[in-house]
């Protein structure tokens, strides 16, 4: 089995990261390729910086038509819906998978993301899945997601103490990381404060691997219907 795990910002460096923790979640026999696209915003942070990674995320996975499932590894879950009408594989989100499965081990979760600016898209995430109502509260960490590949930043530390108020104010039973480059941290933290803590890269390696062994595919009539082919090649080449 092949996962394609996308990254939709161009730093290679946070690629690479989320690629291991891929590959350390995967099952043996699962071959992981995580990429980036090579044109396109060096980090996602709001609506301005999704909407201009779309054109190089969509590229990728037409470049890539060999794979059985893909991961969109961002947080708010960019351009999944558009990437599901361009393939019929399995397409995972990182923030759609760790919501389903925190909703499956916790009455109630909090979500830690990075910067305040990211708050409203994953808000509406949350209400576009059903699960806003198991959401306690998204809250910010205010370290940028570059922050989380400086070494010597103080960035874990910040999310730490932001778990630890969502467990003392939200009375949140589990968390997700709202961030692809937290994905190393969550074993730590989950010790740390006495509770689940979910990555969303993580989930979404093992929910790719059950829907393509299962053999599902994304359905092709309706809202995911594959763009004609004249708008496909106008679009990416």
Do not use: W
């Not at 939709?8 to 923790?21: R, V």
């Not at 350390?24 to 915003?41: D, F, H, M």
């Amino acid at each position: 089995m092949k996962i394609l795990v996308i990254n939709p910002n161009t730093t290679a460096s946070m690629t690479d990261h989320i690629g291991k923790a891929a590959r350390g979640a995967a099952s043996a026999g699962t071959e992981i390729v995580a990429v980036n696209p090579v044109k396109g915003p060096v980090s996602i942070e709001g609506y301005f910086d999704e909407a201009m990674s779309l054109a190089g995320l969509l590229g990728v996975i037409k470049d890539n038509p060999d794979c059985d499932a893909v991961v969109i590894a961002c947080f708010d879950d960019t351009g999944l819906d558009a990437a599901r009408c361009l393939t019929d594989r399995p397409v995972i989100g990182i923030g759609e998978a760790a919501y389903h499965f925190a909703s499956m081990i916790s009455n109630k979760f909090s979500v830690v993301t990075t910067l305040a600016r990211s708050v409203p898209a994953l808000e509406h995430n949350l209400s576009r899945y059903g699960l806003s109502a198991r959401c306690a509260r998204v809250r910010s960490s205010e370290v940028a997601v570059l922050e989380l590949e400086q070494p010597g930043s103080n960035a874990r530390q910040k999310i730490s103490a932001e778990i630890g108020l969502a467990v003392a104010e939200d009375r949140a039973e589990a968390i997700v990381l709202g961030c692809a480059g937290m994905a190393s941290l969550a074993n730590d933290l989950a010790g740390e404060h006495g509770l689940p803590v979910l990555d969303g890269v993580t989930c979404a390696v093992r929910l790719a691997e059950a829907m393509a062994g299962l053999n599902l595919r994304t359905s092709r009539l309706g809202g995911y219907a594959p763009p004609p082919p004249s708008k496909l090649r106008a679009a990416l080449g």
